[in-house]
């Protein structure tokens, strides 16, 4: 049962325009969201994370935005750049876990120029 | 951003093996992580350890074993090689203090190719 749903395998945009990334989970009982970037032959690099409390957090060019009543999260990437492609994993916990994440299948982001 | 290190990058190895996949962190994080990717696929957790001398199954069956004598080293062992066990493994760590508990901080990874 996939608890945390990435459902665009791809997505391609151009360079210095938004690029929206999408995330949606099942388990009610998550409360702390994490997206991550992976290159390809490299591990994950964390790049921003949300707990349930709030609904949007803010780095530089990304945003993560949480919509709890649809247990639906984005990253927003603006503006995007070439170095921004990659796989991107959208990840949730929930408070007794003992901090195990629960990963998405990746988006991956084709930034053109 | 935690210092986290993995070796070998990649292995290709014959069937029935024993192999060892090596994991160490500089941070001091009491947390540490083992996680198997397949391409396109999601990462699944094999191996857990809140501690020293700790050490908990993930939520993906593996026929790996793990152990923790030490905070900064969390090594994964298959003691038999198989080709169903080419994969790529991630290991991860995370401190312990307030909600930041839950980000982890991964290696780069082994890549393993069983023949």
Request: contains cysteine; glycine residues 8%.
């Amino acid at each position: 049962d996939q608890q945390v749903k990435q459902n665009s395998p791809s997505l391609s945009v151009q360079e210095g325009r938004i690029s929206i990334l999408n995330c949606d989970y099942t388990n009610s009982m998550f409360d702390y969201f994490l997206w991550y970037k992976k290159y390809p032959a490299e591990g994950p690099t964390f790049l921003i994370s949300i707990s349930s409390i709030k609904d949007k957090n803010e780095d530089g060019r990304f945003t993560v935005f949480l919509n709890k009543s649809a247990k639906h999260l984005s990253l927003h990437i603006v503006p995007s750049q070439p170095g921004d492609s990659a796989v991107y994993f959208c990840a949730a916990s929930y408070t007794g876990t003992a901090s195990k994440l629960t990963f998405g299948t990746g988006t991956r982001l084709q930034v053109t120029l | 951003e935690a210092d986290i290190y993995q070796t070998p990058r990649y292995l290709v190895i014959g069937t029935g093996k024993k192999i060892t996949l090596e994991c160490s962190q500089t941070m001091g994080h009491d947390k540490m992580y083992w996680y198997q990717q397949d391409p396109g696929m999601e990462l699944h957790l094999i191996h857990y350890s809140y501690g020293v001398n700790s050490t908990e199954k993930g939520d993906l069956s593996s026929e790996s074993t793990v152990s923790r004598i030490r905070t900064e080293h969390f090594p994964l062992t298959l003691e038999s090689a198989r080709p169903s066990h080419t994969s790529q493994y991630l290991c991860a760590s995370s401190d312990s203090t307030g909600r930041s508990t839950d980000t982890q901080y991964f290696g780069p990874g082994t890549r393993l190719t069983v023949l």
